[in-house]
């Protein structure tokens, strides 16, 4: 057992003491019937101290609550202790912790035990703990102790250790009005050129064996006196492969209400895109380039795949990687796919994937997650902000000749950041299935 995980008492308690044995002492000794009177509260706090000290030492806990939230929602840091006869004051304190918002800002906590939490047996004091970037971030480590009444015994402070919350990324705003291209499968919210089962009102034609009895047109049919029923277009699905550059993390990230960083931008765009296309019946997959975290989550659908994709985008770690194998980043990318690259572009490779992907016949849109608040990072050194202006102009020729190449690049911009681009991308394959 630890120093601090016992009843001790307290300067104040072995003050009064001393001097109430003083008092008692001189009274007697020197016949003052005053000095008696005058330490005679005291004694009487320290004889109730005495009998009121708790006995038992108290079992304490603390937990997180909820462990999986956005970055930016509020979450609850709660500190149990057991309710033991004699405590009268509990009081909590929590570390700072980076990228965790405190309420109170102190994050220090006092209650004063009462009939309530005696009756209940415990004793719970909630810090407020807000995650303000997506990522594993720790809260605490915390410290716990308690008084007994007058503040004669004294127990902790006890250590507790560190919590960990996952944020996840809070996707951006957006919203694509252009339907993807090369829908392939049955499923979604994409009109097919067949007819089959769908949403979308095609044609009334005669009834033909096998036809479900829903589809009869009945006004049509008693006109003409054979059945008639409706047909639909087929509603079908893409596979949007989603590619995260996680090679560099450029700027100084505000968290979830502050400026973002280069990463910051990859990482919710990657998850509002997600999103939007999985909101839409599509399907989803998500490939990252990092040397510490290389992640691949296979094509899935539905809203647990969506919940999938957001916890792995929340384990991204930046780290530079020197070479990726291309067969890698081609692995289970299919005709009529379309890939979403998103990237700062500061590292030439993810544009070289790009190319590679493209005149594989596949439909590539690169994004450009950089960012016009994203400033040189070595901005006070004159050599770091004469290399950065280097690599700036390279990384302009660069998107030319991918732009020339046919793959296009776009800023992020929100909501229509992609809709130009998908009409484009839907009337090239339309002109090549006519064709």
Not at 236 to 248: L, M, R
């Amino acid at each position: 057992m630890q120093p601090s995980d016992r009843w001790a008492a307290t300067h104040a308690h072995v003050r009064a003491l001393l001097v109430a044995a003083v008092g008692i002492a001189a009274s007697v000794i020197g016949q003052r019937s005053d000095l008696l009177v005058l330490v005679t509260p005291l004694v009487i706090v320290v004889v109730w101290s005495v009998l009121t000290r708790p006995a038992t030492v108290p079992t304490r806990g603390m937990t997180v609550s909820p462990p999986v939230l956005r970055e930016g929602d509020r979450a609850q840091l709660v500190v149990r202790t057991e309710h033991v006869p004699g405590m009268d004051l509990v009081a909590t304190s929590v570390a700072d912790s980076p990228w965790v918002r405190l309420r109170p800002t102190h994050g220090s906590r006092v209650h004063l035990a009462g009939a309530e939490d005696q009756q209940a047996g415990t004793v719970r004091l909630t810090t407020g703990a807000d995650p303000q970037r997506w990522g594993t971030r720790r809260i605490g480590p915390g410290l716990v102790g308690a008084a007994s009444p007058w503040g004669a015994f004294r127990w902790g402070p006890v250590p507790l250790p560190e919590r960990s919350v996952r944020a996840l990324p809070n996707p951006s705003v957006f919203d694509a009005s252009a339907p993807a291209p090369h829908p392939r499968g049955l499923v979604g919210l994409h009109r097919s050129l067949r007819p089959g089962e769908g949403s979308e009102f095609a044609s009334i034609r005669p009834f033909q064996w096998g036809d479900r009895l829903k589809r009869i047109h009945w006004a049509r049919s008693l006109r003409s006196g054979e059945l008639h029923v409706t047909s639909s277009y087929a509603d079908q699905d893409t596979h949007v492969a989603v590619i995260v550059d996680a090679h560099y993390d450029l700027g100084v990230s505000g968290g979830a209400s502050g400026s973002p960083s280069s990463l910051d931008h990859t990482v919710r765009a990657a998850a509002a895109i997600s999103e939007h296309f999985l909101h839409q019946g599509d399907r989803v997959s998500l490939q990252v380039f990092s040397a510490r975290t290389p992640v691949r989550v296979p094509v899935g659908a539905g809203r647990r795949h969506g919940r999938r994709i957001l916890e792995t985008l929340s384990t991204i770690v930046p780290s530079p990687q020197e070479e990726t194998d291309h067969r890698q980043v081609r692995f289970g990318l299919r005709a009529g796919t379309l890939v979403v690259m998103i990237s700062a572009l500061i590292s030439p490779q993810a544009l070289t994937h790009a190319a590679m992907l493209a005149r594989s016949g596949l439909s590539v849109v690169v994004i450009d997650a950089l960012g016009q608040d994203i400033t040189s990072p070595g901005e006070q050194e004159p050599i770091g902000i004469l290399a950065w202006r280097i690599r700036m102009l390279e990384r302009a020729r660069e998107v030319r000749r991918i732009q020339q190449a046919g793959v296009p690049v776009v800023p992020w911009l929100g909501p229509g950041s992609l809709d130009v681009v998908l009409r484009s991308l839907a009337r090239r394959g339309r002109q090549g299935m006519v064709g």
